[in-house]
């Protein structure tokens, strides 16, 4: 299934929180992104009736199995996107930014193509 970016957005946030702090609520996502309460609220909802995150009785945010797998693949973009972008001389700041675009919109063909051209140069100057 495909989700929209603000979806996407919501279970990659989720994830790192969860690296960072262990433990996430929507009052953390919420000044994560800078988004208000009730959005947040709203979205947190549509996730967990979607089965991507589970909420417990303290209000603690888990990603489910599919809510994990579909976190990965958006954080895996981002991180790979942005330092490609940066080994390419833009600046990071712009890189975190692009990445963050593009990450939703590519293709699994092409981000995959892009990663094997990549190491196909890094084997050839190494």
């Not at 609220?41 to 995150?53: D, K, P, Q, T």
């Not at 990965?72 to 790979?80: G, S």
Request: negative net charge; charged residues 30%; contains cysteine.
């Amino acid at each position: 299934m495909k989700l929209q970016e603000s979806a996407e957005m919501y279970l990659e946030t989720i994830l790192i929180l969860k690296n960072e702090k262990g433990m996430v609520r929507s009052v953390d996502i919420a000044d994560y992104m800078n988004y208000s309460k009730p959005s947040v609220s709203r979205a947190v909802g549509i996730l967990r009736e979607n089965g991507y995150i589970n909420i417990d009785e303290d209000g603690h945010i888990s990603l489910t199995r599919t809510g994990l797998e579909h976190a990965e693949k958006i954080y895996e973009r981002h991180v790979w996107l942005t330092q490609f972008l940066v080994s390419l001389g833009v600046e990071a700041k712009t890189a975190q930014e692009d990445a963050c675009r593009i990450e939703h919109v590519i293709s699994e063909e092409s981000f995959a193509r892009m990663k094997e051209h990549a190491a196909g140069c890094a084997a050839k100057e190494g």
